[in-house]
């Protein structure tokens, strides 16, 4: 799944609008878009339409934004390239998991799919990230886990941190300080809405820890019987 065809704005367009619904439900429009970019919607528009013409996206205007067949390989592509730049400099070269993100935007569109393969290779075939996103296969097939965030979770249940957004370093650095880490057990004492906070026990600290509405948002968890049940990749 050669990328190297695209521009660096349309790789990264692709990958930001494929990026945009794996963990959500809501479509990816323009606005969502832009805001995700850190550029203003008519920019966002403009790079819409150019992909648009180059049979990436399908878009209607006001309406979602679709990846076409041959936008979501390209998009695949670079999401498998940048979550396996992101755990080869963590697993390979002492990265902590709040320094990778911008390294790897830079690296994903520098270097070779024949590297990128040896590092998938060297690294035994990840699953996913370090911040639990799931690493696509080279076909281009996406492994996400069942989860749900952590201010949706279920009171009292046996629970597995399956992932941990990595949109700001900040929240993971937050969280790291709590003792939050992949496969980290956790169960979720109380949900307070009208505080914008929960209660929660993490591992087997006997300290509950109380977490805000954003760095409740930024944790995914899974029932830990059915993460342990899952077939290994």
């Not at 832009?34 to 403009?46: E, K, Q, Y």
């Not at 992909?51 to 399908?58: D, E, K, S």
């Not at 980290?184 to 914008?196: E, K, S, T």
Request: charged letters at 25%; hydrophobic letters at 40%.
């Amino acid at each position: 799944m050669s990328v190297s065809r695209l521009s660096t704005i349309a790789q990264d367009y692709l990958k930001a609008i494929w990026s945009a619904t794996e963990w959500s439900d809501e479509p990816a429009t323009v606005k969502h878009l832009a805001d995700r970019m850190g550029v203003r919607p008519a920019t966002a528009s403009d790079a819409v339409k150019r992909l648009a013409a180059q049979g990436f996206v399908v878009h209607e205007p006001y309406g979602s934004i679709e990846l076409t067949d041959d936008g979501r390989t390209h998009a695949v592509a670079m999401v498998r390239r940048h979550r396996l730049i992101e755990t080869f400099l963590v697993e390979m070269l002492g990265y902590g998991w709040d320094e990778v993100h911008d390294e790897a935007e830079i690296l994903e569109h520098a270097v070779s799919d024949t590297m990128i393969e040896r590092i998938d290779l060297a690294l035994g075939h990840p699953s996913r990230d370090p911040h639990g996103d799931p690493i696509p296969s080279a076909d281009g097939t996406p492994h996400r886990p069942d989860g749900v965030q952590l201010s949706a979770a279920p009171l009292d249940t046996d629970l597995l941190v399956c992932r941990i957004s990595d949109a700001d370093p900040d929240t993971l650095r937050h969280l790291s300080a709590h003792g939050f880490a992949l496969d980290v057990a956790v169960r979720v004492d109380a949900h307070r809405p009208f505080a914008g906070e929960l209660s929660l026990h993490i591992g087997n600290s006997p300290a509950p820890v109380v977490l805000g509405s954003v760095a409740a948002e930024a944790v995914w968890v899974t029932v830990a019987d059915a993460l342990q049940a899952e077939p290994a990749n």
